[in-house]
């Protein structure tokens, strides 16, 4: 093989490596991206992980939109107990409502369990503020502790005429071991 | 460059190694090429096991002979040993025996990656194939790795990871070989629009190679991470979202099934003009619509998760996207047929195979086609109509393209004929039990038959009955292959080959103007002329 094929090897190369290291980085990028992406579409349901400023608006009282309330443990926390205190509650756009979630760590060790919050249809997601939540942080549960948490929420009088019922659903997670680690 | 040549006169036939070593340190693409090809065919057999494990236990409804963790590890290896221990290897081992013939190059431009490839391959699926014996079995979780559940598997998943990995280099490395290859290693009169489809249809496949494997190697690291590192990629309690490994990976997985296929259109667009005896009908269209294909397979990715709740316009922008899709797709389908039409085609086990691969891919298109329209989907999402679609665009279209590549190129490689009455009775047997085999499968995924189940309801017990019968024919009678395989390299009919061995051939495609069996060392000088009817010219 002569010489300028060789080196014209190399140069490629050198390349199409470029290209490989490029690419294992994209896959990377693609996890801020994706988030970058849901949060300007509000494509999956994510409600926002901290609280909203206390806005006033105009109550419509015209209006009326249910409000259901889902509660659920994964498979790997059949330590605690989490339920809402209503299923569903019916609202008017504008006004600020609180409702109560019940918790209980059913163990004699410290939990330390984070909340995360889905809301159905996952447009709507973005009209639905909330003030108060015990989502936002992480909440440490003492041996047996029962707490009660309020939540408290507006639902944006902008929300598109068409929908009727907004489903917020929360999965509590044992975080203890990852938080403890820390 | 004359010095050269004369230099090189002195030992002109200087041949391979002696003895065992020959086929562990052997950087000739030939050797290489052979290696890999009886490596894919190895693992065609061992996953085929796998396929045929997981059809018994579907004979009938109920458990009867493995249990379901067990089951479900089956679906998985099988998955994974046949993309990335047989379909993918068996192609690269064709590039590698027949690009540089094809395009008048004296070997692959980079000759020790190559041989550090294979065996890096070697290494991956044995590490794969480890995880069977490991704590808690082999991954189970389906071939895509989705979390959460692939984070429950024991011992294995790092081990799995890590061979993913090793493959994923492996493919790269090919990939690199390969295009470094077609660019610079050419002979100077093959231009471009001159070279044979398979050697532009694996140009274009190793772009995807390289684009695509990093991302499926960063994909499973971040498994790798969340399970160990306590990172949350794909956690929900971290913040993080399985959705989103959902979409890395089919960022790959969508190309991928495209690397299989790419390849598959090369040999069959170089097949049928030779036993048609014309030239290959609208040329510089079959490659425009490769290239159009692996563009549009990079921005269809979530048509494989219309149900995870995207909203109205994603949903739509994929639909349109990957019916986009059938346009080159068609246009391929129709350049085969014409360069059919009015051909004096003479039916040998390679046109056999190839006519059987475009009849049965249109039948696999067209299911995906269905699949593509995003409110049917819902129904047919992750049911046997889905086995049944992927399965036809691979084991009637790549698995029987690698065969007729067999069939056609082994009097070039060993210099003997094939047993043709054999052969004739493998295409046969197969044609007619990979129909049985797959058929059924779309009648009961439209009955909504889950896929990866070992267990089901009765409803099911007669569609399944005759899919398992038809496994237990396919899967023997592809040993006829291996007894074929072997019979030709010890002689074959006795009948000798000529060069060009199929009439005609010379005028179509390099290769054959080489003697048969094609010398250890060939186009040590570039060929003055390139043949250009498999161009269509």
Known sequence: MSDGVEQK?????????????????????????????????????????????????????????????????????PTMEFRAEKNKIKVHPGQYYTVNFYAKNKTDKIMVSRAVPSVTPGLAAEYLKKTECFCFTEQTFEPN????????????????KKYKTVTLAYTFFDNTEKSVKK | MSAATAEHDDHHDHGPEKGLLRWIVT???KDIGTLYL????????????????????????????????FFNSMTTMHALVMVFGAVMPAFVGLANWMIPMMIGAPDMALPRMNNMSFWMLVAGVLLLASTLFMEGGAPASGWTLYPPLVLQTGSA????????????ISSIMGAINIIATIFNMRAPAMTLMKMPLFVWTWLITAFLLIAIMPVF???????????????????????????????????????????????????????????????????????????????????????HMFTVGMPMAGELYFMYATMLIAIPTGVKIFNWTATMWKGSMTFEAPMLFSIAFVVLFTLGGFTGLMMALAPVDFQYHDTYFIVAHFHYTLVPASVFILMAAGYFWLPKWTGNMYDEKLAKLHFWLSAVSVNILFFPQHFLGLAGMPRRIPDYAVQFADWNMISSIGAFIYGPSQLIFVYIVYKTIKGGTGEKVTDEVWEGA????????????????????????VPTMSTGR
């Open chain 1, 9 to 77: 090897n190399t140069k490629l190369v050198y390349k199409l490596v470029f290209i490989v290291l490029a690419m294992f980085g994209f896959g990377y990028a693609l996890v801020p991206l994706y988030d970058v992406f849901c949060d300007i579409t509000g494509l999956n349901g994510k409600t926002a992980s901290e609280a909203t400023v206390d806005e006033v608006y105009e109550v419509d009282l015209n209006r009326e939109i249910t409000i259901e309330f889902i509660t659920s443990l994964p498979k790997s926390t």
């Open chain 1, 145 to 160: 502790e029962v707490k009660l948490m309020p939540v408290r929420f507006v639902i944006d009088p902008e929300l598109p």
């Open chain 2, 217 to 303: 190697a960063g994909a499973v690291t971040m498994l790798l991470t969340d399970r160990f590192f306590d990172t949350s990629f794909f956690d929900a309690a971290g913040g993080g979202d399985p959705v989103l490994y959902q979409h890395i990976f089919w960022f790959f997985g969508h190309p991928e099934v495209y690397v299989m296929i790419l390849p598959t259109f090369g040999v069959a667009s170089t097949i049928i003009p030779v036993f048609a005896r014309k030239p290959l009908f609208g040329y510089s269209s079959m490659v425009y619509a490769t290239a159009a294909i692996a563009f549009l397979s990079f921005i269809v990715w979530a048509h």
């Open chain 2, 157 to 168: 998943l790092p081990f799995a990871i890590f061979s993913v990995h090793l493959l994923g």
């Open chain 2, 506 to 529: 010379k005028e179509q495609s390099l290769e054959w103007t080489l003697p048969s069996p094609a010398p250890y060392h060939t186009f040590s000088t570039p060929p003055k002329e």
């Open chain 2, 38 to 69: 009886i490596f894919a065919l190895a693992m065609f057999f061992v996953g085929g096991t796998m396929a045929l494990i997981i059809r018994t236990e579907l004979f009938e409804p109920g458990m009867q002979f493995v249990d379901p963790q």
């Open chain 2, 27 to 29: 950087t000739n693409h």
